[in-house]
């Protein structure tokens, strides 16, 4: 698979030029897996996260699909390039910019959330308690029988209600807008193939570390709270970076 090093140009477009280019030149073929994300990265000299952003802008416009604990493969659908249209530069670009927003919304939450919890355990109660138990249950639930979209919906609200445990209206919005962008494709698309995807293990283990972080809130520990949700985020930057 000739691939090119990065010269001056964007650095996710040009992880696509080189495998559109590899499809095209019938170097990639329908079908065929391409290289894991760390030799994509060595081999066009960009970082992961690069790399990562044009996978999910590929995955998007279907010229490529992602098997779990398999990799990245061209579309079966792809007869090498007949499929492209002179317009697929642009409808690309389109997708690069829904995967970068996935990945900036992710950055802000982590962020946000930090620093929310500090508060909510400031203004934690027993009916809060009770609420987030009942929750966690449910999640466990699902996570158990791998009903993914009914935990996924769990999963949002958890988070609004670690918003509303602080019992700030300001909160509570913007944590209800960043939730709202989670129903972008960009987003939806990232969080199934890299942060939360549709396996028993990894939703169990997502139900432990948020249960994590409602015992921190209930031994009043702010600090261990938001290191919670740190190291939250953190397993599922940790988790997209595979591949």
């Known amino acids: 698979m000739p691939i090119e090093r990065l010269v001056e140009t964007k ?5 696509i030029d080189q495998i559109l280019s590899s499809i095209q030149d019938g170097s990639l073929t329908a079908g065929k897996r391409l290289p894991s994300e760390a030799k994509l990265a060595e081999l066009t000299g960009v970082g992961r996260t690069s790399v990562r952003e044009a996978l999910a802008a590929l995955r998007l416009m279907g010229v490529i699909e992602t098997r779990v604990g398999a990799g990245s493969f061209v579309s079966a659908a792809l007869d090498g390039g007949a499929a492209m249209s002179s317009d697929i530069a642009n409808e690309i670009a ?13 950055e802000a939450r982590a ?3 930090c620093g929310l919890v500090r508060l909510a355990a400031m203004r934690w109660s027993a009916e809060k308690a009770e609420s987030f138990e009942d929750l966690l249950s449910e999640m466990s639930s699902c996570a ?33 807008s960043f939730l709202e962008y989670m129903d972008h494709e ?13 396996r028993a293990e990894i939703l169990s283990e997502s139900v432990d570390l948020h249960r994590g972080i409602v015992d921190a809130l209930a031994s009043g520990d702010g600090a261990l709270a938001s290191q919670r949700v740190h190291d939250h985020f953190l397993r599922y930057e940790e988790g997209a970076n595979h591949g």
């Not at 650095?11 to 992880?15: A, H, L, T, Y």
């Not at 029988?145 to 445990?165: G, P, T, V």
């Not at 960009?186 to 549709?198: A, C, K």
Request: charged share 30%.
């Open 11 to 15: 650095r996710p477009r040009f992880v």
């Open 94 to 106: 389109k997708a690069i910019s829904a995967s970068e927003e996935a990945l900036q919304l992710q």
């Open 111 to 113: 962020v946000f959330e």
């Open 144 to 176: 158990e029988r791998e009903c993914y979209e009914d935990y996924i919906r769990l999963h949002r609200d958890f988070h609004l209600m670690l918003a509303q445990a602080t019992d700030n209206a300001i909160v509570e919005g913007t944590e209800r």
């Open 186 to 198: 960009g987003w939806q698309d990232m969080e199934r193939q890299f942060y939360l995807p549709n």
